[in-house]
């Protein structure tokens, strides 16, 4: 067995470490163990939360591929069949149903490393005990309402819905996608809740994953705010800015620790955090244990965009339930309060979570006959037809270009080139950090890879090379020069520099190369090169790490060829990112195929929040 496990790590199916873990919990004469605790290992690190015990059976393992090797190991463990696993499993020492601490758990036909297993049942019983508030004047409510958002007799205004939604649940989450108006609906929640509060004491504390999100959910809410009907007073509750989650929680770098956790909890009484589709499963866990019992949370993000880099897709499991639509109850509830006519919907086995969600449905950014628009539509359906014939209609702003030949790879450097030409041009012109900035997120090349010449770090070379021939950029010193983009991937409490955050280097006053940062209250900090935490040169940057961002010219670089890590959510994510105009390179069929190809994260949280 160790020697096919070897093989299958040679190749790529599992990692080493995978079969590391293998050696820890099973010795070599429980070979069916060994098998089952790397392939848990290795979904693990493909960010699902448990394995399927179905994946271990010979035409599934190894989903699929290299069929002689993955035969050779299922004979090697014993030919265990479907009916034998939990046996076999529950057997082993290492294994337990949860009840007692041991390395792997197993629940029904879920395999589990301890840790998400813990993780995943915190989370559930954090939104499965959402509590109710009743709201004292209907009235007052409904003046509130009126003010702030427009009557719209019989249309259903989903803001509004929304509204009442997060009003009337401690726990509410909010989805919708680009430009549905997720945080107009939260700056106008805000103003009512602060409006019904009677003591004018609330504590409010706005977050989200990355400090580019953090820095748009702050300008965004503090500028929609000075447009409310407030008194001094009440708009003096509104929160100023946004912090990243790490910075909320106050994560110590090089450990899991955070100063905020579930003996020191955060001082807030509501919490707003977007972009929630990007919080994996260890996040939320650190998040939820840290909120004061008291307190009132409101989650915002696109459920359709690429879940988490680690596992979990916990905004994606939780909107499932939006199709059940509301319960009987909490329809009439709503109408009553929003003056909307809602219809509620009865299900077999009741489901709390489902009537503290709002989905945003109308998009306000895009012109719904823009091809930006409709080609995200039609992506997110899944609709391959309608998507080429989108393509077809040659919409000025989508353009597609294949990746099949060696001019088209240069094709798509002259127009990296081209496109932070005027970027390099003001920097050279001396403009000031936070307009370089600024200018710098105008334009912006996302790759659905990190490696190879399609990938971040291909690109990244080649575009610098490209630019330095065109004699753009000018070297300094190892590497550095005036206008070099830079992306933080490590977090560093100590400067307040955090994984995602994007700098730009410029000399101080005193001639010295610094790299400045845009805060998520709008002032630049600039640190020197020297201290500067992990990073990388970010002129092109993964589909996972441009989520929270939009940009007006948004370039898409795909594979020549299909990998499985090209989905559905993926294209969509990418595609969402451009506001004005996008420009999208992949090989011959590599985009229909994605979009046919729906990422499958496996977790328990969805049937966990059935069992009511």
């Given at each position: 067995m160790l020697a096919l496990l070897d093989k299958a790590v040679s190749i790529g199916i599992l990692r080493p470490l995978d079969v590391y873990f293998a050696h820890m919990v099973a010795s070599q004469d429980a070979p069916d163990i060994l098998l089952a605790a790397a392939c848990l290992s290795a979904a693990a690190g493909k960010g699902h939360v448990c394995l399927m015990l179905d994946q271990l059976q010979i035409g599934k393992l190894f989903s699929g591929l290299h069929p002689e090797l993955a035969k050779s190991i299922w004979l090697a463990a014993g030919q265990p069949n479907s009916a034998s696993w939990n046996q076999r499993l529950m057997a082993c020492t290492a294994v337990s149903d949860g009840s007692c601490a041991k390395p792997i758990v197993l629940q029904g036909q879920r395999l589990y490393l301890?840790?998400?297993?813990k993780n995943e049942s915190e989370v559930a019983e954090f939104f499965k005990s959402n509590c109710k508030y009743q709201v004292a004047d209907a009235v007052q409510f409904r003046n509130i309402l009126d003010r702030l958002f427009s009557v719209n007799g019989d249309t259903l205004d989903w803001q509004r819905i929304a509204t009442t939604v997060a009003v009337t649940r401690k726990i509410s989450v909010i989805s919708g996608g680009p430009g549905t108006g997720k945080t107009t609906t939260v700056a106008k929640l805000l103003a009512a809740l602060i409006q019904l509060d009677k003591h004018s004491q609330l504590r409010i504390q706005l977050a989200a994953p990355t400090g580019k999100a953090a820095a748009r959910l702050s300008e965004s809410i503090i500028s929609i705010s000075r447009t409310l009907e407030l008194t001094s007073?009440?708009?003096?509750?509104?929160p100023s800015t946004a912090a990243t989650l790490h910075r909320l929680l106050g994560v110590q770098s090089y450990s899991q620790c955070s100063r905020y956790n579930h003996s020191n909890r955060l001082p807030l009484d509501v919490l707003v955090v977007d972009e929630a589709s990007m919080i994996d499963l260890q996040m939320m866990t650190h998040l939820i244990?840290?909120?004061?019992?008291?307190?009132?949370?409101?989650?915002?993000?696109?459920?359709?965009?690429?879940?988490?880099?680690?596992?979990?897709?916990i905004l994606g499991d939780i909107c499932h339930f939006a199709q059940l639509g509301y319960s009987e109850d909490r329809a009439i509830e709503l109408s009553r309060l929003t003056g909307c006519l809602l219809e509620g919907q009865k299900i077999n086995v009741e489901v709390a979570i489902r009537d503290s969600l709002c989905l945003l449905r109308k998009s306000y950014r895009f012109n719904?006959?823009?091809g930006i628009s409709q080609l995200a539509s039609v992506v997110n359906c899944g609709n391959v037809v309608q998507?080429?014939?989108?393509?077809?209609?040659?919409?000025?702003?989508?353009?597609?270009?294949?990746l099949s030949t060696t001019d088209e790879y240069h094709q798509l450097l002259s127009m990296c080139i081209a496109g932070y030409s005027y970027y390099l041009e003001r920097v050279r012109v001396g403009d000031d950090a936070a307009s370089l900035l600024e200018t710098f997120s105008k334009f912006q090349v996302v790759c659905a890879l990190h490696v190879g010449p399609l990938g971040v770090i291909g690109l990244n070379q080649q575009i610098e090379c490209g630019l330095r021939n065109s004699g753009l950029i000018e070297y300094l010193s190892e590497g550095w020069y005036l206008g070099r983009p830079i992306m933080i991937t490590r977090n560093d409490s100590a400067l307040g520099l955090y994984n995602g955050d994007i700098g730009i280097t410029l000399r101080d006053l005193r001639g010295e190369l610094r790299v400045h940062f845009l805060l998520p209250d709008r002032t630049v900090k600039s640190i020197q090169i020297s201290l500067l935490p992990a990073h990388e040169t970010v002129y092109a940057m993964t589909v996972h790490k441009s989520q929270g961002s939009e940009f007006d010219h948004t370039v898409v670089v795909l594979l020549k060829y299909y990998l499985p890590l090209l989905t559905r959510e993926l294209v969509y994510t990418a595609i969402t990112r451009a506001r004005n105009r996008l420009t999208l390179y992949a090989g011959d069929g590599v985009l229909m195929k994605a979009i046919s190809a729906p990422s499958k994260r496996r977790s328990g949280l969805f049937e966990r929040l059935r069992d009511i």
């Open positions: 301890h840790r998400m297993w007073a009440q708009r003096a509750l509104f244990t840290a909120l004061p019992k008291h307190a009132r949370v409101i989650f915002l993000g696109d459920c359709d965009q690429l879940a988490s880099v680690e596992a979990g897709a719904v006959k823009s998507a080429q014939e989108i393509i077809n209609r040659g919409f000025n702003d989508v353009l597609i270009h294949s």
